[in-house]
């Protein structure tokens, strides 16, 4: 059985590589936008799960068999949800939002199995704690940062590991994908994560 992995993130990859999985990927070209404006009273728990089952499901769609391993990532503060930052002032809003302030990572994640398109899916959400962000630090983080393909316009393990006081919760999921609840949806599809060791 062969495991495709339904995005483009490299922080995905790259995570899955870590734990020595064998895998494929294969983007999904779900319109992420459409599928919020559908849903303008969803939780961020409901949100997420709704895009990773949709890019899972998608991706799965087109294939005769194996399983399908999709995933969205939001951060919320506040009840606020905060996507992908579109340009520099976006992101300026965001980072100033945060600072000084504890905001929630919400990853779903969603196996679907290509033959019957049966699906299971989970959610983890992290506590991370900015430290106060001075404007030097700012637009320091502004010129060098990237940040055009990251929920809330940071990587945990990149640049913003500066402003980063604290976490409560999965590290992994931070990145994009919470290991334990992505591993979980392999039991829950009645097979082992181990069946796709390197």
Known sequence: MEL?????????SE????????????????????I??????ATPRELVQRLSSAKSQAVASQLDEGLVLGADTIVVLEDQIYGKPVDEQELRHMMQAFSG??????????????????????TAVTDVTFRPISDEELEWYVTHANYG???????????????????????????????????????????SWRVFGS
């Open 149 to 191: 393909d990251k929920a809330g316009g940071y990587a945990i393990q990149e640049h913003a590991a500066l402003f980063v006081e604290g976490i409560q919760g999965c590290y992994y999921n931070v990145m994009g994908l919470p290991v334990q609840e992505t591993l979980a949806l392999f039991q829950l599809m009645g097979t």
């Open 36 to 41: 919020l404006l559908k849903m303008p009273q």
């Open 101 to 122: 302030k504890t905001h929630q990572v919400f990853t779903g994640v969603t196996l679907t199995q290509a033959t019957g398109r049966h699906s299971v899916s989970l």
């Open 4 to 12: 495709i992995l339904a995005s483009g993130s490299p922080r995905r």
């Open 15 to 34: 995570i899955l590589s870590m734990l020595t999985l064998r895998y494929r990927v294969q983007t999904s070209h779900v319109d992420e936008a459409e």
